[in-house]
């Protein structure tokens, strides 16, 4: 659990970074899973958007009470595990992730998502951690993005140089199994990979199901990312209710414990 003065920080700063770690067989299951994943879609190499809709088995690892505990602290009880994605950075070829708010691409509606960064592999300033500006998020709202269609970027909507300020940025370095937390209004953003190491990330998506996920600005975003279209991302209640009385859950119960929860094996 986190304590007061941590969920104080993460609403301050935007981003937290607990005391908490996966162990090396959860890792290792990770990283099988993604392996595996990358055989069927070599595409997918660098940076995998939206893993569930390839392979719901990935749901297992959202299954953690103790990541359900802290999450619950920062945005509610009821919650719906929504995406996650795959940031692999392979040495020396992963991509730049531009400076941005991930509530540019989101189709939930009030805008809220509590994003648990896992590291994978030792995540450093040399093979393209994570960067955050710390308090970006404070003022609740999506700033103005410009397209950047340059290669070598994972994502190609950008806040322009106006709108960051680098000189607080924060470099996220994490040892393999720690978590970041982070908010959805957070400005972050990431350099390539220089280094002979991997650095894997896997995010899991948690938001609160008072929002409602809108499946058709779900389909404008696709384009936006220059996805399928017609992708659909599973949504799955974790806990609890929702809250909205709108969302479309994978799930045909809505238990009050993750643990009720049929979730599908990784193949």
Known sequence: MLSESQIDQYHEDGFLVPGFRLGERILDDIKSA???LIERHPEYVDYCPAI???????????CNDEILDMV????GEDIALWNSSFFAKPARVGSTTPWHQDGEYWPMRPLATCTVWIAVDDSTTAN???RVIRGSHKDKRVRKH??????GLALHEELPASEVNQEEAVDLI????QISLHDVFLVHGSEPNRSADSRRGMTLRFMPTS?????????EQNRKLGLDSGLRRPLYLMRGIDLCGRNDFENETR??????VSMPPIE
């Open 52 to 62: 569930l809709p390839l392979d719901p088995g990935f749901t297992r690892f959202a």
């Open 174 to 177: 994490l040892e393999a199994g």
């Open 128 to 130: 393209g951690c994570l």
């Open 211 to 219: 929002s409602h996920y809108d499946r058709d600005i779900e389909l």
């Open 255 to 260: 238990p009050t414990e993750v643990s009720q």
């Open 72 to 75: 619950a602290q920062l945005i």
């Open 34 to 36: 993604h392996t595996r």
């Open 146 to 151: 410009v397209t950047n269609d340059a290669p």
